[in-house]
């Protein structure tokens, strides 16, 4: 343990994570890659004792092998999360058949990865996603771990070298860190630090029934493991690949600390007027809230139920959110920008949109001015903007009244002009006297008239649920 009491382990080598499962008698699987993952089968095999943990490898490296295997993909992909789980299913279930009799003692486990390494012409990056079925005990069910991976080398066999030492970092996780999964996460990096990101992870299983999926998407966050994680409706990590690829998105960014009438009228209001836009096609056009990093560390430490809270209403209203290390939008433009985002939208209130001028303004009056705006307002981005009262008036500040420095308003007007920048229509003027901070001061002292400053959704779960320090205590002391 460390001062502040958090478990130190200690950092091994690939082959010796290697050696020391092989040396494990109990535990017993087998490895399938397809693509440039063709490497972690060969760690194991290279340590030594390689018999006791091996029961088959092998590679489709042949499409045409691979279907016939795995069955055809609707969506003709082959580095896909549903290539991934038709790959764990049928070997996992092998290991079963064949084994299970003649092995009685041991765990099994199935380790399948689909990978794209960098291409010769640099059209591809690099990525890919992982899993793993396993065991705990010879007689226990069966839990998956599914990762997707991005890898940063600029070189092909670098990439596949980085894939084979993720390989064993996620087997030797499963078996020596379930326990505690932030370690768990924590050791997938083992090895590989600047070398890849890993952007989504997903735990499932009995052992894993208490491990809530969007705390892990923080977690990557938080530990430096992505800039960028996203979870559905139902709780579930999700990854853009799989949903968002060449599609219209909408990101609204705010606190939802909580979701109030004001946070549901900028989105509703906004996704009306984005889907509404010549440029878009509503039927694929998505909508993402966003929390970042920044917004949950406002307050000193971060506090991972203060998180949970908001997720819980977010995914209540039915929403998929975005936890993002991106305080400066230009790091979720270009996370984005991979998926061939057709049109992307971002949603932020006047008061964010005055900072972020002042900020490009003062920060690069060196003459960079024109990049750093480039960066940000790119081809196919455009911020949409919700007003809110000037302070002590009854006026509206909006995009086109907001106060400007004066060596930006040509360039700032030029934003305006070209509709990269524009004023939310529709939105309630009856909300606008309602802030999150002061919501969350009433509902802890549980005072008169919050509930009307949230959807009703929101309310009733926050009673139930004690969210955001409501009294709950003092309730159950009145029944």
Request: glycine letters at 6%; a negative charge; one cysteine or more.
């Given at each position: 343990m460390d001062k502040?009491?958090?478990?130190?382990?200690?950092?091994?080598?690939?082959?010796?994570?290697?050696?020391?499962?092989?040396?494990?008698?109990?535990?017993?699987g087998?490895?399938?890659?397809?693509?440039?993952?063709?490497?972690?089968?060969?760690?194991?095999?290279q340590a030594?004792?390689?018999?006791?943990?091996?029961?088959?490898?092998?590679?489709?490296?042949?499409?045409?092998m691979?279907?016939?295997?795995?069955?055809?993909?609707?969506?003709?992909?082959?580095?896909?999360?549903?290539?991934?789980?038709?790959?764990?299913?049928?070997?996992?279930s092998?290991?079963?058949?064949?084994?299970?009799?003649?092995?009685?003692?041991?765990?099994?486990?199935?380790?399948?990865d689909?990978?794209?390494a960098?291409?010769?012409?640099?059209?591809?990056?690099?990525?890919?996603?992982?899993?793993?079925?396993?065991?705990?005990?010879?007689?226990?069910?069966?839990?998956?771990?599914?990762?997707?991976?991005?890898?940063?080398?600029?070189?092909?066999?670098?990439?596949?070298?980085?894939?084979?030492?993720?390989?064993?970092?996620?087997?030797?996780?499963?078996?020596?860190?379930?326990?505690?999964?932030?370690?768990?996460?924590?050791?997938?990096?083992?090895?590989?630090?600047?070398r890849?990101?890993?952007?989504?992870?997903?735990?499932?299983?009995?052992?894993?029934?208490?491990v809530?999926?969007?705390?892990?998407?923080?977690?990557?966050?938080?530990?430096?493991?992505?800039?960028v994680a996203?979870?559905?409706?139902?709780?579930?990590?999700?990854?853009?690949?799989?949903?968002?690829?060449?599609?219209?998105?909408?990101?609204?960014?705010?606190s939802?600390?909580?979701?109030?009438?004001?946070n549901?009228?900028?989105?509703?209001?906004?996704?009306?007027?984005?889907?509404?836009?010549?440029?878009?096609?509503?039927?694929?056009?998505?909508?993402?809230?966003?929390?970042?990093?920044?917004?949950?560390?406002?307050?000193?430490?971060?506090?991972?139920?203060?998180?949970?809270?908001?997720?819980?209403?977010?995914?209540?209203l039915g929403?998929?959110?975005?936890?993002?290390?991106?305080?400066?939008h230009?790091?979720?433009?270009?996370?984005?920008?991979?998926?061939?985002?057709?049109?992307l939208?971002?949603?932020?209130?006047?008061?964010?949109?005055?900072?972020?001028?002042?900020e490009?303004?003062?920060?690069?009056?060196?003459?960079?001015?024109?990049?750093?705006?480039g960066e940000?307002?790119?081809?196919?981005?455009?911020?949409?903007?919700?007003?809110?009262?000037?302070?002590?008036?009854s006026?509206?500040?909006?995009?086109?009244?907001?106060?400007?420095?004066?060596?930006?308003?040509?360039?700032?007007?030029?934003?305006?002009?070209?509709g990269?920048?524009?004023?939310?229509?529709?939105?309630?003027?009856?909300?606008?006297?309602?802030?999150?901070?002061?919501?969350?001061?009433?509902?802890?002292?549980?005072?008169?008239?919050?509930?009307?400053?949230?959807?009703?959704?929101?309310?009733?779960?926050?009673?139930?649920?004690?969210?955001?320090?409501?009294?709950c205590?003092?309730?159950?002391?009145?029944?």
């Amino acid at each position: 343990m460390d001062k502040k009491g958090k478990a130190i382990r200690q950092k091994l080598e690939p082959e010796q994570k290697c050696l020391e499962i092989n040396l494990d008698q109990t535990v017993y699987g087998s490895f399938s890659e397809i693509g440039a993952g063709q490497e972690v089968a060969r760690h194991f095999f290279q340590a030594g004792a390689a018999a006791g943990t091996i029961a088959k490898t092998m590679s489709a490296y042949d499409k045409i092998m691979s279907d016939r295997i795995y069955g055809v993909e609707p969506s003709g992909r082959y580095v896909c999360e549903s290539r991934l789980y038709k790959m764990l299913d049928h070997e996992y279930s092998l290991m079963e058949e064949r084994l299970q009799r003649e092995r009685p003692d041991s765990s099994f486990f199935s380790f399948a990865d689909t990978v794209a390494a960098i291409n010769y012409q640099r059209t591809i990056k690099g990525d890919g996603w992982l899993g793993i079925r396993f065991q705990l005990r010879p007689d226990g069910d069966s839990n998956d771990i599914v990762l997707h991976v991005k890898m940063l080398d600029n070189d092909n066999q670098l990439q596949q070298q980085a894939v084979g030492i993720l390989g064993v970092n996620l087997v030797y996780a499963c078996y020596r860190y379930h326990e505690n999964p932030e370690m768990m996460l924590e050791s997938l990096m083992d090895n590989l630090h600047g070398r890849v990101n890993i952007d989504m992870i997903r735990f499932s299983g009995p052992d894993f029934e208490n491990v809530d999926n969007r705390w892990l998407s923080l977690m990557l966050v938080k530990h430096g493991l992505t800039d960028v994680a996203m979870f559905g409706p139902d709780g579930q990590n999700v990854h853009a690949s799989e949903f968002l690829y060449k599609k219209h998105v909408l990101v609204v960014r705010g606190s939802y600390r909580p979701a109030t009438l004001v946070n549901l009228d900028m989105i509703k209001s906004s996704w009306e007027q984005f889907k509404n836009e010549p440029e878009v096609e509503a039927r694929k056009a998505y909508l993402l809230t966003e929390i970042t990093m920044d917004n949950l560390l406002a307050n000193g430490d971060l506090d991972e139920q203060d998180f949970l809270d908001r997720a819980e209403l977010l995914n209540a209203l039915g929403y998929t959110v975005v936890i993002s290390n991106c305080e400066q939008h230009q790091k979720l433009i270009h996370y984005l920008s991979d998926y061939k985002i057709q049109r992307l939208g971002l949603v932020i209130g006047v008061r964010q949109l005055m900072d972020i001028v002042n900020e490009k303004y003062y920060k690069n009056m060196d003459g960079r001015l024109l990049a750093a705006v480039g960066e940000l307002f790119t081809r196919n981005v455009k911020m949409y903007v919700y007003p809110m009262y000037q302070e002590g008036s009854s006026d509206l500040m909006n995009c086109q009244n907001m106060p400007v420095p004066e060596g930006i308003k040509f360039l700032y007007q030029h934003l305006v002009d070209s509709g990269q920048l524009s004023d939310i229509k529709g939105y309630n003027a009856d909300n606008l006297h309602i802030f999150s901070k002061r919501v969350l001061q009433m509902l802890q002292s549980d005072e008169e008239g919050w509930e009307a400053m949230v959807p009703p959704k929101v309310a009733q779960l926050i009673r139930e649920k004690c969210l955001f320090g409501f009294p709950c205590e003092r309730l159950e002391f009145e029944y």
